[in-house]
């Protein structure tokens, strides 16, 4: 059946079902009464149908008839109409990590450099070298208590990049990228440690710049990711900690071999290689090649032990400085 004609059977059932409910019909004087008249109560099903459609009918024309609401009064103002002032809140403060009493557990240590990048050198001695072998210490001393891994355990080429991915992948909670300074002439040899950030120091800039040279695989479209990775805030505060940990040890320990030895500080610089660390990471310059006299301790074996002994010594008093102090008193 088409739409037309059951359609047309509804609107003729609706008609002879008002005929059967109509009014009662009139009777003539002379026809007897014939008591009062019972009407019908049936209801027809065709007229249920058309109740709904009625109703939407209804409530459509009443829609479309209803008046436009009243607009409020224009105010009048006089001057020029001032946007309205636009309110920020301030940055969320820092969360103190003490109210998140998790252990470190997994180390990652990355010597700087290596395969066909040497880094700095000196003396028949090369970064990459010295980088390897104060890792290599360093593991040995911090296995007894965390799982350590290194991003590269021999002389090869590692991207930049690469370097915190092992990391992140490896779910490391320290990332600790061990180098080789090279100071500009007539500097006293001195270490220094780095933390993710911006820095306006023309000196860190350029080392900086000597550092990232190696990135690889990056193009002018990644730089504006590479800067977002500079200036997140977020491990900044924890990378910090790390780093003056590390540094204060560096200084101590050191610095008992070399009265001259300088302590540079704790500094932030946009180094590539902790681009993308999600854990507290840094960059140590444990010492520098282009001292004479610092060339010479770096020959000896039992002074890259004491560079080793002092990460490990970093490390460890910030792994501590994380842990509840009941725990550490004993109690």
């Known amino acids: 059946m088409s739409d037309r004609r059951f359609k047309r059977g509804l609107i003729e059932a609706a008609v002879r079902d008002n005929e059967t409910h109509g009014p009662t019909p009139l009777r003539s004087r002379d026809e007897p009464d014939a008591g009062p ?68 557990e997994r180390i990652v240590l990355d010597p700087g450099h290596g395969g066909s990048s040497p880094g700095t050198a000196a003396g028949g001695l090369t970064e990459k070298a010295l980088a390897l072998d104060i890792a290599y210490r360093l593991r040995n001393l911090l296995d007894d208590r965390y799982r350590v891994a290194m991003t590269r355990e021999a002389d090869m080429n590692v991207a930049l990049d690469h370097r915190t991915l092992i990391a992140n992948r490896a779910g490391a909670d320290v990332f600790v990228s061990i180098h080789v300074n090279w100071l500009p002439a007539n500097r006293a040899c ?44 977020a491990r900044q505060d924890d990378s910090r900690a790390l780093a003056t940990a590390i540094q204060a040890a560096l200084f101590v320990r050191l610095g008992a071999e070399n009265p001259e030895l300088r302590n540079r500080g704790v500094k932030s610089a946009p180094f590539v290689v902790l681009i993308g660390a999600e854990m507290p990471a840094v960059l140590a310059e444990v010492s520098c090649l282009s001292d004479a006299k610092e060339v010479e301790r770096l020959r000896n074996e039992s002074y890259l032990q004491s560079i080793a002994e002092a990460l490990d010594a970093g490390i460890r008093d910030y792994a501590e400085s994380l842990l509840p102090k009941a725990k550490l008193s004993g109690a």
């Open 190 to 233: 001195g270490v220094e440690t780095y933390y993710l950030g911006p820095t306006d120091d023309p000196e860190l800039s350029a080392l900086a710049e000597r550092e990232n040279s190696e990135a690889q695989g990056y193009s002018l479209g990644d730089l504006r990711r590479l800067l977002d990775g500079v200036y997140a805030q």
């Open 37 to 104: 008249v019972r009407r019908s109560r049936r209801v027809s099903p065709w007229s249920l149908l058309l109740l709904p459609i009625a109703a939407a009918a209804a409530l459509a024309y009443l829609e479309l008839n209803r008046p436009a609401p009243d607009l409020p009064p224009t105010a009048e103002v006089d001057g020029p109409v001032q946007p309205p002032e636009i309110l920020f809140t301030g940055p969320p403060e820092a969360v103190d990590v003490s109210v998140f009493p998790l252990p470190v």
